[in-house]
T-cell receptor, first 113, second 113 residues
Framework: DGGITQSPKYLFRKEGQNVTLSCEQN?????MYWYRQDPGQGLRLIYY???????QKGDIAEGYSVSREKKESFPLTVTSAQKNPTAFYLC????????????FGQGTRLTVV | DAKTTQPNSMESNEEEPVHLPCNHS???????IHWYRQLPSQGPEYVIHGLTSNVNNRMASLAIAEDRKSSTLILHRATLRDAAVYYCILRQNYGGSQGNLIFGKGTKLSVKP
């Protein structure tokens, strides 16, 4: 079945360590996105990629990095520079970067201790 | 910033219709109106989208005001599985950062048996 997969579902890291969250899609979508969600809040955009080998900063990119070397993959690295990394991270993809339906993964809950 | 305004919460009884309002007074001619919903600890799920005309699909109906400054998502018969946070989002039909999905805080819908 086609879909978007995030792994792992839960992740624990020590403060000061970088951590990479995986996002893979087999929908042949051009566009991919990373969002962060804090308790009781809406989603905030971290990075987005309109097409392979391209990505742009979203509203809260500081302390994060991404790559888009393959169409199906858009990993997110949470670096030690991110001051409050504990959050629910959501990856999404859409056929095009504009007015098309976005499909979301089930999310990764990152806890930094 | 999100360009839509929604009530923080709404309640409904099971088996009854639900009308979820959204105001978007600054909508431009190229903005599509998208609705997503999010169940607890899951990624958002696409519900419906439209431009000017009312839209129907298997999940819901979207009623768009003639001046497009507001819209209403209609769930025809609420079930307990419809309890979620519903997000109304404007999405432009061309590239640039405006093509992104920018989420607000949404409306938390509770459904009573």
């Amino acid at each position: 079945d086609g879909g978007i997969t995030q792994s792992p579902k839960y992740l624990f890291r020590k403060e000061g360590q970088n951590v990479t969250l995986s996002c893979e899609q087999n929908l042949n979508h051009d566009a991919m996105y990373w969002y962060r969600q804090d308790p009781g809040q809406g989603l905030r955009l971290i990075y987005y990629s309109q097409i392979v080998n391209d990505f742009q900063k979203g509203d809260i990119a500081e302390g994060y990095s991404v790559s888009r070397e393959k169409k199906e993959s858009f990993p997110l690295t949470v670096t030690s520079a991110q001051k409050n990394p504990t959050a629910f991270y959501l990856c999404a993809s859409s056929r095009e970067f504009m007015n098309t339906e976005a499909f979301f993964g089930q999310g990764t809950r990152l806890t930094v201790v | 910033d999100a360009k839509t305004t929604q009530p923080n919460s709404m309640e409904s009884n099971e088996e009854e219709p639900v009308h979820l309002p959204c105001n978007h007074s600054t909508i431009s001619g190229t903005d599509y109106i998208h609705w997503y919903r999010q169940l607890p600890s899951q990624g958002p799920e696409y519900v419906i989208h439209g431009l000017t005309s009312n839209v129907n699909n298997r999940m819901a109906s979207l009623a768009i005001a003639e001046d497009r400054k507001s819209s209403t998502l209609i769930l025809h018969r609420a079930t307990l599985r419809d309890a979620a946070v519903y997000y109304c989002i404007l999405r432009q039909n061309y590239g640039g950062s405006q093509g992104n999905l920018i989420f607000g805080k949404g409306t938390k819908l509770s459904v009573k048996p």
